[in-house]
């Protein structure tokens, strides 16, 4: 069996990257957001770390700087090139990966569901 080239698994990978729902504070949806058309993952380009597409601005770089406190106004004065949609497309990423990392029956916190605890 052939190895897929860099480039085809990075492809494939980011082609299984969900869309997801944006909601109001009041929690009315608000529509969706295909991440994947704001965020690539080339080979040549940051040594193939996920970048917002047609910058060099990695997604490890934005989610320090949420991390750190800074707000997306912050960021985006730091990036002109970014936009708050951008910003919001790295948060979904993130959300995504560390539900996939956690898995589904993790929950907020780090307490495991009571299906998890030995009886």
């Not at 295909?34 to 060099?56: D, F």
Request: aromatic share 4%.
């Amino acid at each position: 069996m052939a190895v897929p080239s860099r480039e085809a698994a990075s492809a494939y990978a980011m082609s299984l990257i969900p869309t997801v729902v944006w909601m109001d504070e009041e929690k009315h949806i608000q529509g969706t957001m295909n991440y994947r058309e704001r965020i690539s993952r080339e080979p040549r380009v940051c040594g193939g770390e996920p970048v917002i597409k047609s910058t060099r601005v990695t997604l490890r770089t934005l989610l320090a700087s949420l991390s750190e406190g800074d707000s997306i106004e912050e960021i985006l004065a730091d990036h002109p090139t970014l936009t708050a949609e951008d910003i919001r497309a790295v948060i979904a990423f993130a959300a995504d990966a560390a539900r996939e990392y956690l898995g589904e029956r993790a929950e907020p916190g780090g307490a495991r569901s009571r299906s998890d605890h030995k009886r």
